[in-house]
């Protein structure tokens, strides 16, 4: 069974939220790769004023979800 990556942003008593550039570092792509994920509805965002944050779980659940695509061909 496969163990959750423990991301240095993640390490930070279990957040919740992250910005989109520790989305991109997460991740290993670039701050627009991720604005065109946002756009494209691959990952969702949550508003605190005029900022932009991440569920950790969402990108969890987009890692899951194209892991299981690569898998399946």
């Known amino acids: 069974m496969f163990?959750?990556?423990?991301w240095?942003?993640?390490?930070?008593?279990g957040r919740l939220l992250v910005t989109i550039d520790?989305?991109?570092?997460?991740l290993?792509?670039?701050r627009q790769?991720?604005?065109r994920m946002i756009r494209n509805g691959e990952i969702r965002t949550i508003r605190l004023g005029a900022r932009q944050r991440i569920r950790v779980d969402?990108?969890?659940?987009?890692?899951?979800?194209?892991?299981s695509v690569a898998t399946e061909r």
């Open 3 to 6: 163990e959750t990556p423990q």
């Open 58 to 67: 969402d990108l969890r659940m987009w890692i899951e979800g194209t892991a």
């Open 22 to 26: 520790e989305a991109a570092i997460m």
């Open 8 to 13: 240095p942003v993640m390490q930070d008593k």
């Open 28 to 30: 290993s792509t670039s």
């Open 33 to 35: 790769t991720i604005y």
